[in-house]
C-alpha cells in the first residue's frame, strides 16, 4: 500500500488525530478522511505517517459493505 498524508491535525482535547491520506493499492486509488484516538501526540511527521498506516490498514482489513472479500 502506498499513500501520502494530505492533511493531519491532532485535536488534544479529544486525542483525536484528524487526518486525509490519498494513494493506491492493488492498482486502485483512494481518499481516505478519518481520525483515530492517540495516547499521546504524534510530534514527528515520521509519527504521523506510522499512527495513518496503522488506522488504514485496519480500514483495508474490514470487509467490504457488499459482504465480499477484497
Known amino acids: 500500500m502506498q ?6 491535525y491532532y485535536v488534544e482535547a479529544s486525542r483525536y488525530l484528524v487526518y486525509t491520506a490519498s494513494g493506491e493499492r492493488d492498482g486502485a486509488r483512494y481518499t481516505v478522511s478519518s481520525r483515530v484516538k ?14 495513518v498506516l496503522l488506522a488504514l490498514t485496519d480500514q483495508f482489513k474490514r470487509p467490504s459493505p457488499s459482504g465480499r472479500a477484497r
Open 3 to 8: 499513500f501520502k498524508v494530505i492533511s493531519a
Open 38 to 51: 492517540c495516547l499521546k501526540e504524534p510530534t514527528t511527521p515520521e509519527r504521523v505517517h506510522m499512527v
